[in-house]
């Protein structure tokens, strides 16, 4: 799969050429419009309708995403596989929500007051704390 960082020299490229491409690929935005994506929001591609006009406007990354959610990703998965920041990558899901490209929903929710879930994640906290 080809990133953006490929075409990077050995010497690690130039530093403005790597602010400006996220820059480009989001036209200049900073941040999406919807404020409920966060690092575990699960993103899954919808099918797509025939033909290529489903692809026309979209960028490189873009077509990334549509790829590698079609099993539903994190949006921190779709992040590192595009090797670009949250921030960026949050964007560009943003766009695909708003052509009805992919879908977006929480993780699963845990029931709540199950004793069984606060068991285990007291448990997850308890060991990343020994860590």
């Given at each position: 799969m080809s990133h953006w960082t490929d075409d990077l020299d050995a010497d690690g490229g130039d530093p403005a050429e790597l602010s400006v491409r996220p820059y480009t690929i989001t036209q200049g935005r900073t941040a999406p419009s919807r404020d409920d994506l966060t690092l575990i929001t699960i993103v899954t591609t919808v099918d797509p309708p025939p033909g290529r006009a489903a692809a026309r406007g979209l960028q490189p990354e873009h077509l990334v995403i549509l790829r590698q959610c079609r099993g539903s990703a994190a949006v921190a998965e779709v992040s590192a596989e595009l090797n670009l920041p949250v921030s960026v990558t949050k964007i560009?899901?943003?766009?695909?929500?708003?052509?009805?490209?992919?879908t977006t929903r929480p993780?699963?929710?845990?029931?709540?007051?199950?004793?069984?879930?606060?068991n285990l994640l007291r448990?997850?906290?308890?060991g990343l704390r020994r860590l």
């Open positions: 560009l899901i943003d766009d695909l929500v708003a052509r009805g490209q992919v993780p699963i929710a845990m029931a709540v007051g199950s004793e069984s879930n606060m448990a997850v906290r308890d």
